[in-house]
């Protein structure tokens, strides 16, 4: 499993209603593209099936520009299929999802 997802389902996927939010804008299909605010990560949409997640860093002034230094691009299926996998495991209740 690549390492940026690796962290981000660890801090991200801890309650039930982190959990729920992240999979209504994943699979929201009303949502064409924008950008979702976790904890510490943004899970940008692409599209309805691609997806960036990275983590998110403030800057101190607004004059710095955003940098991305590690991030990860994924497919909507796959992205749905790890975090319900890793939900599972920590004990959240999953929506299932066709």
Do not use: W
Request: proline letters at 4%.
């Amino acid at each position: 499993m690549d390492n940026v997802i690796e962290v981000f389902l660890e801090t991200e996927i801890t309650y039930q209603d982190f959990y729920e939010g992240i999979i209504n804008f994943i699979t929201n299909d009303h949502i064409r593209n924008g950008e979702y605010e976790c904890n510490e990560y943004i899970i940008k949409k692409m599209d309805l099936n691609n997806f960036i997640i990275f983590p998110e860093y403030t800057f101190p002034t607004g004059d710095t520009p955003r940098i991305i230094p590690s991030s990860t691009a994924i497919y909507r299926d796959k992205l749905i299929g790890q975090i319900n996998e890793y939900a599972k495991e920590h004990g959240l209740h999953t929506i299932e999802h066709c």
